[in-house]
């Protein structure tokens, strides 16, 4: 176990923005311990929310350190809730969050609908209550952020891995925010996850595998290949974009481990919720732990996992419908319409309180579960009714030609 002192964000002189740095409020202990495999995004918020709502946390990292490396990504307005609880990580949100513009090309260069500002999708009811703003991170700063926090709250300023001794650590619950390459697969499937893919922002690749693969795109710009010979030795990462089908087993037959974020659902670029829905996570399961108790900690993790597993799936399917449209829309639809290519961001995601819907509706998915009624999520676009479906299904669609069919009202 090596140990690590995250940087402190410095506190301003100035008496009237004091506030800006008080304090989280935390909630009475309960006693529950929680032991969170894995320190990314939605393991620290994990560790941050479960510290608030009065559990004991451990971390434990397979890492020596911090990760700071990675890639942008959006971070929606219903995990940003969260920060409401932590004036600092507020402020701080607010500072180093970029505002998105997205624009279109096609792979030669040539435009197919010009830079503009991104923003929410409103639904015509609701065009006073949308978000004025989307949040865009830097992935390191966005981490190193929320891991000054964790240091500061919860003075967890070691890192730990477990080591090939057979060592045990025990725990009320354990979290498995270990990516989609989770060790948890077998614990909580009951068989082994067969994926083959490496995920890490370590895996980097030479250029000239890079322009072996340019080589085969027809139109490919001699432009992009400059672009690319620019780029330093080790400085290309080989991101693989990983898939799991959505699964409603998050959470082993005892209860006492659960998945949480990638490891629990995975989710391609053009979702734009991967970060989102590992932060709605964490605030659900830390919250369900409290209104559960101590001794009711398998039932508690079984109630997030039944809050959570619709919408996240719908998060899932959406970004498949979201990428068809960039894929498939020519730009004559676009000029008829320029929405065409809008990736959808309907008001059922940003309106979303992940904390208060636990608090809401706890006693009522626990009472289904006992009793054996079906419990209906009201957290997933209004109208739409949850079915199983997979990654071979929406791409099937795709090779005949089929549009993905979202029912409901997704905005």
């Known amino acids: ?28 202990l309960t006693g529950i311990s929680v ?22 946390v451990r971390l434990l990292e397979r890492n020596s350190g911090p990760v700071g490396t990675g890639d942008f990504f959006t971070v929606g307005f219903s995990a940003v809730k969260a920060f409401r609880n932590w004036p600092q990580l507020a402020k701080l949100n607010e500072e180093l969050a970029y505002d998105p513009w997205m624009a279109f090309y096609k792979h030669t260069g040539e435009v197919v609908i ?34 000054a926090q964790l240091e500061k709250n919860t ?35 009951g068989r082994k996850d067969d994926g083959l893919a490496t995920e890490s922002w370590h895996n980097s690749t030479k250029i000239e595998d890079v322009l072996k693969y340019t080589a085969q795109v027809p139109g490919w710009p001699e432009i992009m290949n400059r672009t690319i010979r620019t780029a330093p030795e080790d400085g290309i990462i080989d991101w693989k974009l ?14 006492r481990v659960v998945q949480l974020g990638d490891a629990a659902h995975t989710f391609i670029p053009s979702s734009g919720n991967g970060a989102t829905q590992a932060i709605e996570d964490a605030l659900s399961l830390a919250t369900c732990l409290r209104l559960g108790g101590k001794d009711h900690v398998p039932t508690a993790v079984k109630v997030h996992v039944k809050l959570r597993y619709d919408r996240a799936s719908c998060c899932q399917k959406l970004g498949f419908a979201n990428q068809e449209s960039y894929h498939s829309v020519g730009k004559a639809a ?32 626990a009472g289904c579960l006992k009793t054996g009624h079906e419990w209906m999520n009201t957290n997933i676009p209004p109208g739409y009714v949850p079915r199983p479906w997979s990654i071979d299904e929406l791409i099937l669609l795709q090779e005949e030609g089929k549009p993905i069919v979202l029912e409901g009202n997704w905005d």
């Open 1 to 28: 176990m090596s140990s690590h002192i995250a940087e402190q964000q410095a506190r301003t002189n100035d008496t009237s923005q004091d506030h800006l740095f008080a304090e989280p409020k935390r909630c009475s």
């Open 35 to 56: 032991l969170i495999v894995g320190g990314g995004v939605g393991g620290i918020m994990t560790a941050l929310e479960c510290w608030r709502q009065g559990h004991e």
């Open 114 to 147: 010009p830079p503009g500002p991104m923003n929410w999708d409103a639904g015509a009811p609701e065009e006073k209550n949308r978000p004025q703003r989307i949040y865009r991170h830097h992935r390191p700063k966005f981490y190193r952020m929320l891991l």
């Open 155 to 189: 003075r967890a300023g070691k890192w730990g891995v477990v080591l090939d001794d057979r060592s045990k650590i025990e725990a009320d619950v354990v979290v498995a925010a270990d990516g989609v390459g989770t060790k948890s697969f077998s614990l909580v499937a």
């Open 242 to 255: 990983m898939w799991r089908d959505p699964q409603p087993q998050w959470a082993s037959p005892g209860g």
């Open 334 to 365: 676009v000029a008829g319409n320029p929405n065409a290519l809008k990736p959808r961001y309907g008001s059922w995601i940003w309106k979303h309180d992940p904390e208060q819907y636990a608090i809401e509706s706890y006693e009522k998915v």
